[in-house]
């Protein structure tokens, strides 16, 4: 089992930054990536960022990779989302998940963090 705890969500204007963290414990050996998704009101939860263990990134939503910055401290076994340049449209849950990439694609290992809100105002 992996536990994920997220924090750093929050209301912010539109043009605004926020910083998200994800840290994880239990048997993380069992996982070679971490990943940030997002779910905003009526709609799935969709892939943001992904980062493997050696710290190669992937922006699965070309609508954010700019503006988002994923990254990671071992030695904490935590991961950051990283948000510039907020929009209305980023308002939405953000949930951490542990994983691993194969043949450069992503997979869940099902293991999710409570969900961070994230609300940007315009």
């Known amino acids: 089992q992996v536990q994920l705890v997220e924090s750093g969500g929050g209301l912010v204007q539109a043009g605004g930054s926020l910083r998200l963290s994800c840290a994880a414990s239990g048997n993380i050996f069992s996982i070679n990536a971490m990943g940030w998704y997002r779910q905003a009101p009526g709609k799935q939860r969709d892939l943001v960022a992904t980062i493997t263990n050696g710290g190669s990134t992937n922006y699965a939503d070309s609508f954010v990779k700019g503006r988002f910055s994923i990254s990671r401290d071992n030695a904490k076994n935590t991961v950051y989302l990283q948000m510039n340049s907020l929009k209305p449209e980023d308002t939405a849950v953000y949930y951490c998940?542990?994983?691993?990439?194969?043949?450069?694609?992503?997979?869940?290992?099902?293991?999710w963090g409570q969900g961070t809100q994230v609300t940007v105002s315009s």
């Open positions: 998940n542990a994983g691993s990439v194969l043949g450069g694609r992503y997979y869940s290992h099902g293991y």
